[in-house]
T-cell receptor, first 110, second 113 residues
Framework: RKEVEQDPGPFNVPEGATVAFNCTYS??????FFWYRQDCRKEPKLLMS???SGNEDGRFTAQLNRASQYISLLIRDSKLSDSATYLC???????????FGSGTRLQVQP | DVKVTQSSRYLVKRTGEKVFLECVQD?????MFWYRQDPGLGLRLIYF???????EKGDIPEGYSVSREKKERFSLILESASTNQTSMYLC????????????FGPGTRLTVL
């Protein structure tokens, strides 16, 4: 089983739609969770951290379910500029490193 | 702004050549990382370093070595390049415990012929 699993997509949605991505992780001892965004032919950049109680940043909402080892990202009112690959990222307990999921590709269409 | 730079955006080498990929960060970060990214496989950790002259193997260290002689510079070395090392190589750095935000360089697209 992969340490971090994501649906690769692509998710094709119209502008203004709400879209949700899910991610599962295998190590129950993981404590830090993130969503990164990667534009085509660019490097990944931090989108947001994911906190236990859930957190929101504008149109983006992240949720964590520790019991199910599941992380989600909800994007409301999608914009064309949201088109990118979204990477689910989890820390490696006991090591100063992160594990990146393979990413979910989002294409927002006019 | 944190800046992570990589020595080349594109590199073409021949099988058997020794290849050096350089990464420099300007924010005095403790930790530096080398990843490779391949379609369908995502980012895979090759090596990382949490201090000068310290290194730790990642998930796929075979065929690679690293060097960190100065805090700001982390080099990835392919001792004898092979075609299966054709990939996008990304360097990243982060302060503190390594679970902080990772700042990535722009990547080096390496092709081994």
């Amino acid at each position: 089983r992969k340490e971090v699993e994501q649906d690769p997509g692509p998710f094709n949605v119209p502008e203004g739609a709400t879209v949700a991505f899910n991610c599962t992780y295998s190590n129950s001892a993981s404590q830090s969770f993130f969503w990164y965004r990667q534009d085509c032919r660019k490097e990944p950049k931090l989108l947001m951290s994911v906190y236990s109680s859930g957190n929101e940043d504008g149109r983006f909402t992240a949720q964590l379910n520790r019991a199910s080892q599941y992380i989600s990202l909800l994007i409301r009112d999608s914009k064309l500029s949201d088109s990118a690959t979204y990477l689910c990222v989890v820390n490696r307990p006991g090591r100063r490193a992160l594990t990146f999921g393979s990413g979910t590709r989002l294409q927002v269409q006019p | 702004d944190v800046k992570v730079t990589q020595s080349s955006r594109y590199l073409v080498k021949r099988t058997g050549e020794k290849v050096f990929l350089e990464c420099v960060q300007d924010m005095d970060h403790e930790n530096m990382f080398w990843y490779r990214q391949d379609p369908g496989l995502g980012l895979r950790l090759i090596y990382f370093s949490y201090d000068v002259k310290m290194k730790e193997k990642g998930d796929i260290p075979e065929g690679y070595s690293v060097s960190r002689e100065k805090k700001e510079r982390f080099s990835l070395i392919l001792e004898s390049a092979s075609t299966n090392q054709t990939s996008m190589y990304l360097c990243a750095s982060t302060p503190g415990l390594g679970t902080d935000t990772q700042y990535f360089g722009p990547g080096t697209r390496l092709t081994v012929l």
